[in-house]
């Protein structure tokens, strides 16, 4: 099966049930996704618990240009582009910390922690030249929802809550996974894959995958987790196209909600050491809240570009060239008493084991993406398939798009959004 795509625009290459091959390996398709997705819509650059305090921010990037995510002193969020006014140098090489603003250090020029130019050392010889009201950092919309920090450079983007739609109940689930508290982030790790974004963003909706790249995994947990994982043949277990691109996979439905709970699910016996100190100073109730929560929800949530929200974690990518991304898997726990502690410790070793630089999960997937990049470059008219499930897809009650959780109906909805925005001039 081949297309005739000589000579075709982007927005062509993409099929109802198949995407040409060009979409992973042509710079420049990369350079137009770039400016008009990354550069047009909605991007995630933080957790507000990133941000805890007034003089917190955060070193990130919204598609290829770096920006720093800041609160000031009001509690206000600001998303302002790292890039001195002056002569164009980076005013900020830390990925985190605590400031009361930021100053160059090429030339000095100082600004507050919204992007206001405060001061100019030097100032005899811009008399008449320089108005400081006109030289603040260039900011980025930023809005939030469910403690998530979006950005976006254009000013003209429908509103956050409006971009999420019917996401924005799945975002409300999944963070429930603090078992009554808020949740924020116990740390991070990065690394980069040599392939095309694309490919990483449909692996997060793709659970035909899962049995075959993750048998080690599999192999390595006790039978209660391998039994919950194994969602192959549950006719339950299923996949929303949610609309704006957005999709989520629900591979433990009984989990996609965790205050939806009669008591009757036994806790994993794994965990009994930890219900046992918690049970020290808890009630029971909070203590079966955390305990059942400790494998987050059981779903992937996928919000079209940038991030998913993935069982105990969320999983960033950002592009970097056309064969080229980093992915930031950042881990997730309850923000409680000292006692929630020993749930975020186990909570690290779970993701250690599947998402870590050494666990289980992330290497395997990795390979699978650099193969798929390396595979591409080969006979560029065949097609990239994404018709699983087509055929047996239907409307949920809500009206969603609905197939079987290792059906490709996520991966559809991303390329419809993706087609729309890169018809859109």
Request: aromatic share 10%; glycine share 10%.
């Amino acid at each position: 099966m081949t297309d005739d795509i000589s000579g075709a625009a982007p927005a062509d290459l993409v099929f109802g049930d198949r995407v040409a091959g060009r979409l992973y390996t042509d710079p420049e398709i990369f350079e137009q996704e770039i400016a008009k997705i990354f550069e047009r819509t909605w991007v995630w650059v933080a957790h507000e618990s990133e941000l805890p305090k007034p003089g917190s921010f955060k070193s990130t990037h919204v598609g290829r240009q770096p920006v720093i995510v800041t609160r000031d002193r009001k509690g206000g969020l600001h998303t302002l582009l790292n890039r001195c006014r002056h002569r164009g140098a980076s005013i900020c090489e830390k990925p985190k910390g605590q400031a009361n603003g930021f100053t160059c250090p090429y030339h000095a020029w100082s600004y507050g922690l919204d992007g206001t130019l405060r001061g100019i050392p030097y100032p005899d010889g811009y008399e008449g030249v320089v108005d400081k009201r006109d030289l603040s950092l260039k900011k980025l919309r930023t809005e939030v929802y469910g403690g998530m920090v979006f950005a976006t450079f254009n000013d003209d983007a429908e509103p956050l809550e409006e971009f999420l739609g019917d996401a924005r109940p799945w975002i409300d689930r999944f963070m429930k996974q603090g078992g009554g508290y808020p949740i924020k982030v116990l740390g991070k790790h990065q690394f980069k894959f040599s392939g095309n974004w694309k490919i990483q963003l449909e692996n997060t909706t793709d659970g035909y995958h899962f049995p075959i790249v993750h048998r080690s995994w599999m192999a390595s947990v006790d039978a209660e987790t391998a039994d919950m994982m194994s969602f192959m043949k549950d006719p339950e277990a299923i996949t929303h196209d949610l609309g704006n691109g957005h999709s989520v996979m629900q591979m433990v439905p009984e989990h996609s909600d965790l205050d939806a709970d009669d008591g009757s699910e036994a806790l994993q016996g794994r965990f009994d050491h930890l219900v046992e100190e918690l049970s020290k100073t808890l009630d029971p109730g909070q203590v079966r809240k955390l305990v059942r929560a400790m494998h987050g929800t059981g779903f992937n949530l996928n919000l079209f570009p940038n991030v998913s929200m993935s069982a105990a974690f969320f999983r960033v990518l950002r592009p970097v060239a056309v064969d080229e991304t980093r992915i930031e898997h950042v881990a997730i726990g309850p923000d409680g008493p000292p006692e929630v502690d020993l749930v975020n410790r186990e909570r690290l070793r779970i993701h250690e084991h599947f998402q870590g630089p050494f666990g289980f999960g992330t290497p395997d997937d990795a390979e699978g993406w650099d193969r798929v990049q390396r595979g591409a470059q080969g006979a560029p008219e065949m097609p990239i398939m994404v018709n699983r499930g087509l055929g047996r897809e239907k409307p949920s009650p809500e009206g969603w798009p609905t197939s079987h959780v290792t059906d490709e109906t996520g991966m559809r909805a991303a390329y419809h959004k993706w087609k729309q925005m890169m018809s859109d001039d």
